[in-house]
């Protein structure tokens, strides 16, 4: 600090040049005379009085030092403006980092761009040489683009990061990190989140539409949650809708089903239970079949020891069950489970004859007819026609009469005739049917013989139009883990089953190896049981397969099927004669004996009236 002010020294360097002009050209054109002049008048005056300490000889100053407005400013590409503020661009030391923008008091102030070598760069509003407010930030290394608030150089407040894959992010951030409301949009896909982040994660309330499969919850694309998040996971109360149709609402942990839940599946079947880690706590694994054939004689014999077959009646109805078990057989109150009842026939494989044209014709059937179902019981079977809405009374059901066993043979005498009934009246109706069928034999021979194979495509055209066709069994859904089919019938068999027709070749060939000709009591036998077979079932083995057609799976499981073997039978004498009991036909005897007293009577009354007259 001088010790003289401003003011004076200015006062004295125009009393200075005044004096100079009175003295004019007198003295000697050089600066030095006219100082020595003037201070020879004024020897009052010296310059010691003014003690100004600063100045000093000419030859001793130095050059004076220009303001600093910046200390970087020996590596500034052009000038600062005045006072340091304005716009001005600068190159840093590293020669990483570039600067171009406004500046105020010799700081970034303002509008400007940064620069970094690698590509990377930030443009926007700078704050005291701080990025503060508005701007755009970009990452050469991996191509993100944010642009938004910043506070100290940080992402912070509302901006939208786009990243090098095209996904964006809108909405809330916070020292750098996704927090707060938010868009997460994922480019090609329909995968999209809205809700609260935290941290980088989605947290608390919020919606994700799905894309495709992600963890282990099963999700696909078009499924949608709706609910609650942790730490970047579904976790408490939420509801997820399935793409294909089902619901869940419930709990959630750890990304998955877990706690109390509802789940409607879109294929009908519903639960309701706890969960845990995305199953339900108890499920079914596995059917078992509950059979019923409705006859009170099996009930009142002692079981057998094979315990797997069942019997079954021609004309009988049958009932049964399914219940649904897990491993250790307890029953699982499965809902809407969708269940289905089929039986079948054993399949008999084609056979390459001599004829190469009958063995493709074979291959070509058998692609078209359903493949065979493998059974537990070392054989496969083709499906046969079962329904229940066959309704017979007790006169449809055949006697043991009407039709033979066969597995009994005819000519072998050590097996009873199954004809035999104990009614005299059957056995007149059956020799007189005998007699009539050796009536038809000759002429039926004689036919035969005249059209050959066009009596055989005739027979089998009538057959067509004389079997009943009846419609399907339907599906049913459990109730509480259990379904059940009542009344259930074996149609007749359809037009050329393959089995049947197996069968019967089989029977031909052994009947030709043996030349065996057939007695007119076997030829009566074979037309009845023709007869028959067009009303009724044909005899022997069927397997029973009850399994799981929940379509879409339910978890993608299905339920393991269970199979039963049926032995169908000709209805035993004593049932027939019960329901006959309980149901009394036509009694001949006594409606003589009503028309004879009817006349009787009739002439009682004449002779009344002859009488009278």
Known sequence: MPTISSTRYTDYKKKFHRELQKFGSSFPDTSNDLVKAFLSKENSQNLENFKLPHLKPPSTFPARPKRRISERREFCVNPFPKHGSGHGIYQYENKYFRYEGQWRKGVKHGQGKLQMADGSYYEGTFVDGEIDGKGIRYFSQNGSKYSGQ????EFHGRGTMTYADGSTYEGEWYRNRKHGY?????????EVYEGGYESNMKHGMGVMMYSKKIRLDGCRDGDRYEGMWMNDMREGKGILYGSDGSVYEGNFKGDSFNGKGLMHHISGLVYDGLWINGLPEVMASKLKIVFDNNSELDKKKKPTKDSSKKSIYQGIGFSVGVECHNESGRVIPDQGREIRLLVGFRYYPPVSDESKEDALFDMIEDDVEEKPIETPFGYSVVPYPITDQ??????DIPDDDDQDDQSKSPNDPNQENTAESGDESSEEKQESEMKEMEKEENIE???????????EESADIEKENTVPQFPPLTTLRTKDGLCKWDDLHLTP???????FERMAEEEKLKSQSKNRSRSKVDKFRMKKQKALEEKFAKLGEYVLIVEDVTTPPFMNRQLQPDFLLMKLKQPPKEFKRENKKEHPGWDTSSHIKASSRVKEDELLARKHLSADD
């Open 150 to 153: 910043f506070v100290r150089g």
């Open 390 to 395: 066959i309704h017979l009374t007790a006169d």
């Open 445 to 455: 021979e004689k036919e035969e013989e005249d059209k050959g194979n066009e009596n």
């Open 493 to 499: 068999a359809p037009p050329k089953y393959r089995p």
């Open 182 to 190: 938010g868009i997460m949009k994922t480019v090609g896909s329909t």
